[in-house]
């Protein structure tokens, strides 16, 4: 798994808005988008409920958050 889409997850998790993730990151949000889509594809499940404001972690991305910040720490 590469790191830089760990780097996308946490932003977009921090700032619960894959659109503020993005400007955070300096990035399109139509990259951030595809990364997020491409990191829950290769885990096998959603991490993120859209919702009209923004985004909330499912229960996977509530347990992917604090290991993907310590990996991306390192």
């Known amino acids: 798994m590469e790191s830089n889409l760990l780097r996308i997850f946490v932003a977009v998790a921090q700032q ?3 659109t503020m ?17 491409q990191l829950e594809k290769n885990l096998g499940y ?3 409920h ?8 499912t229960k996977e ?4 958050l604090p290991l993907a910040t310590e990996i ?3």
């Open 16 to 18: 619960k808005s894959i």
């Open 21 to 37: 993730g993005a400007k955070k990151l300096r990035v399109t949000q139509t990259n951030v988008t595809l990364r997020i889509k």
């Open 46 to 48: 959603k991490l993120f």
């Open 50 to 57: 859209r919702v009209p404001k923004g985004i909330i972690l």
């Open 61 to 64: 991305g509530e347990t992917l």
């Open 72 to 74: 991306i720490k390192k």
